[in-house]
């Protein structure tokens, strides 16, 4: 058997989760073509998927851009698009996929006010989707395991365990984010390390791995695409900007 990610064709409409096919969801389908299974809802654009060391399959979610203020408080600011706000939220998402997984979109905006380590994230109501949760009930919906930078696109997503790489990479995540298209400042391409935490069954708070691909005005000379464990140790790093493949050794 094998997966695959069916992305919406919207940033933000319900449509797509009425759509034939349904869309924003990922899928178990043979290697013969038969089976094809819908296992996980609400992802709005997975582009990774991998198993993590314990046997489970883990997806990078690329989120919503422009998204309404969700919280009902002080500022007044409730529906509207704040540039704030949007810059930096809603996180792009780490999710583990089981059969019946539900991650929200575009009822349920990741919610990662007060938590410093951006892990075990949960949701809050979008307020043109779903303003009094009656579309989906957000409490229910699985939690993101890790977040990251809102706007880093996430492309390539590789568990590493059982590869040839140092030992301080080689239980863990590779992570690759393509960088923003329309934010301001640009959200950088980069990628980073998660390592697995054996005892909870989950990752935890990237490490920048590789970075530097954006120059301080914004500009870019390259965007990390996909990372890769080679059999010789080294990591291989594809890069759609500069059409190269990036062979990237320990240092020393």
Partial sequence: MRGKDVGSLTNDNPIDRTSTPERATIAQVGLDGTGNRTIATGVRNGSGLSFAPDGTLFTAVNQADNQPYPF??????????????INENPVDQVARVTPGTELGWPYCVPDT??????TDIGYVNQPANNPDGAALDCSTVDRTALGLPAHSA????AFTQGSALPRSL????????????NRQPPREPYVVYSPWDNRNRTLTPSQP???????PDGSRWGRSVDAI???????????????????LTPAG
């Fill in 72 to 85: 009902r408080d002080e500022t007044g600011q409730y529906g509207r698009r704040v540039p704030s706000y």
């Fill in 209 to 215: 791995l590789v970075t530097g691909f954006q120059n």
């Fill in 113 to 118: 006010t007060g938590n410093t380590t951006l």
């Fill in 229 to 247: 464990p080679g059999p010789d140790g080294a990591i291989y790093l594809s890069d759609d900007a500069a059409g190269l493949v990036h062979r």
């Fill in 170 to 181: 080689a239980r863990g995540a590779l992570i690759t984010a393509h960088g923003s298209w």
């Fill in 154 to 157: 996430p492309l390539g997503f």
